[in-house]
């Protein structure tokens, strides 16, 4: 049974750069998408970004110029970096495995870790 | 960008009864070269993380009760719980993978009356 586990720094200060991995265990990590989304406190989901085994990723626009996401498939495991927060990033952050096609591209997420919380503060 | 609506915001339903929940989008995510509605559902329980259950408009994710089902087509879609239980209060998200940005509806808050 795959899961995700992920990790990464809590609380920021404003201009900071927030760094978040998600480590995959007992599953493959290519012939999938590999997302990040993320939910502001008592709002909705927003998703930021894919990436698949090879490296491409693809970014919500809205976020874009701020957001990398990253792999090491020789640790299972891909990374997010948002820089220049503000209080605006302040959400729980959500890695997800997205299940994708051979020949058509989806993306809809079926297994998520539980979810890092990250506040902006000064 | 597609964007997705939810209706209504909050629902209270009779242990028992039928709850519906209903999701339109901005445009068509009915992807005409394999005759796919690119939709998923999602149920979101306080301090945990989505469940998928719905996906292709209409799919049950394994392990997913049969009470779940989803239906529509192009820009209307449905979740709809036959017999509401106990365990079913959540927050119940719609969201398109048609394309990127992928989008999520603002999600429908469900509770027992």
């Known amino acids: 049974q795959v899961q995700l586990q992920q990790w990464g720094a809590g609380l920021l200060k404003p201009s900071e750069t927030v760094s978040l991995t998600c480590v995959v265990y007992?599953?493959?990590?290519?012939?999938?998408?590999w997302n990040w989304i993320r939910q502001p406190p008592g709002k909705g989901l927003e998703w930021i970004g894919e990436l698949n085994h090879s490296g491409s990723t693809n970014y919500n626009p809205s976020l874009k110029s701020r957001v990398t996401i990253s792999v090491d498939t020789s640790k299972n495991h891909f990374s997010l970096k948002v820089s220049s927060v503000t209080a605006a990033d302040t959400a729980v952050y959500y890695c997800?495995?997205?299940?994708?096609?051979?020949?058509?591209?989806?993306?809809?997420?079926?297994?998520w870790g539980k979810g890092t919380t990250v506040t902006v503060s000064s | 960008d597609i964007v997705m609506t939810q209706s209504p915001d909050s629902l209270a339903v009779s242990l028992g009864e039928r709850a519906t929940i209903n999701c339109k989008s901005t445009?068509?995510?009915?992807?005409?070269?394999?005759?796919?509605?690119?939709l998923a559902w999602y149920q979101q329980k306080p301090g945990q993380p989505p469940k998928l259950l719905i996906y292709w408009a209409s799919t049950r994710e394994s392990g997913v009760p049969d009470r779940f089902s989803g239906s529509g087509s192009g820009t209307d879609f449905t979740l709809s719980i036959s017999s509401l239980q106990a365990e079913d209060v959540a927050v119940y998200y719609c969201?398109?993978?048609?394309?990127?940005?992928?989008?999520f509806g603002q999600g429908t808050k469900l509770e027992i009356k």
């Open positions: 997800a495995r997205g299940r994708t096609g051979s020949y058509f591209h989806y993306n809809y997420m079926d297994v």
């Open positions: 445009q068509s995510i009915l992807y005409s070269s394999n005759n796919k509605n690119y």
């Open positions: 007992g599953g493959s990590f290519s012939g999938y998408y």
């Open positions: 969201q398109q993978y048609y394309t990127s940005p992928y989008s």
